[in-house]
């Protein structure tokens, strides 16, 4: 899933509905940095796994 972003930078997920706290099943790895970059479109953002029925929460961590 391509996720927009209003800038570029380093992003992480703080809390994913698919983490085992939450009855899923530990699919999204939380511990992985998303940079989010400009596209050949111009939209900026980075592209994550999202399995059906979840939702992520990303914090910008940096500057790119």
């Given amino acids: 899933y391509f996720v927009k972003?209003?800038?570029?930078?380093?992003?992480?997920?703080?809390?994913?509905t698919d983490q085992k706290d939450f009855g899923g099943f530990n699919r999204c790895d939380t511990e992985y940095v998303y940079t989010a970059e400009k596209q050949a479109d111009g939209s900026v953002g980075f592209l994550c796994y999202l399995p059906s029925r979840t939702a992520n929460v990303f914090k910008k961590i940096s500057e790119q």
Wanted: hydrophobic share 35%.
């Fill in 5 to 16: 972003t209003d800038c570029t930078g380093k992003f992480k997920v703080i809390l994913s």
